[in-house]
């Protein structure tokens, strides 16, 4: 299953929420757009994806998202990952993409780290 998206505003937030495969293909491409559509709010405290309902992501997957990190890093727009599986957790570590792309418990969780931040 593709990825499927959802964006929207909260709190000064920009959210995204996941649900599918990150994995290669078409619509990876049509995250990039959308994220780069959330973000293009200058008043943005941070940016926040929801990655709960994702079953699958690879290499691209992660490219994907190291690509909003740095579209958001660029506007100084912090970001934080939630509901992260324990398999995408390992690969963010093992890549070390985990410092650039934390992730935190829940949702109030991730407003308060980006705030505090």
Do not use: H, W
């Not at 070390?96 to 931040?117: C, Q």
């Amino acid at each position: 299953m593709a990825i499927s998206f959802i964006s929207k505003m909260e709190d000064g937030f920009g959210i995204l929420e996941l649900a599918g495969t990150l994995t290669l293909g078409p619509s990876l491409r049509d995250l990039r757009e959308n994220g780069r559509k959330v973000l293009t709010d200058s008043k943005l405290a941070g940016l926040i994806v929801n990655m709960a309902e994702v079953s699958a992501v690879d290499s691209a997957g992660l490219g994907e998202l190291t690509v909003l990190y740095s579209v958001a890093s660029k506007r100084g727009c912090p970001v934080r990952l939630i509901g992260v599986s324990p398999g995408l957790r390992k690969m963010l570590e093992i890549t070390r993409l985990d410092v650039v792309l934390p992730s935190a418990e829940d949702m109030a969780s991730a407003k308060r780290e980006i705030r505090a931040s």
